[in-house]
């Protein structure tokens, strides 16, 4: 992966997508599974920083964007959900 990491990159998001396309089509499932992902990337990144923190590594992982993807996809998920009702 260290090396490949272009192609790990692409294959990944594939396998992202196909699992997305495979969900019924309904737009707050496919949100909702967005903002799961997301909120494990969240996580992921405050690992990661608090590793580079330790490493004396000023460089840190854009937690606020995966934060605002959170919120953005749980908010259209909920204005949807109220809008069928």
Known sequence: MITD????AVRSRS????????MPSSFTWRL?????SAERSLA???LANATL???GIAQQLPEGTFRALVR???E???RSAEQVA
């Open 72 to 74: 953005v996809a749980d």
């Open 44 to 46: 992921d990144a405050r």
């Open 53 to 55: 923190r330790e490493a």
């Open 76 to 78: 259209l998920r909920t």
């Open 15 to 22: 396998r992202e997508l196909h699992h997305l396309g495979q």
């Open 5 to 8: 990491w272009r192609e790990h």
């Open 32 to 36: 909702n599974s967005i903002g799961r």
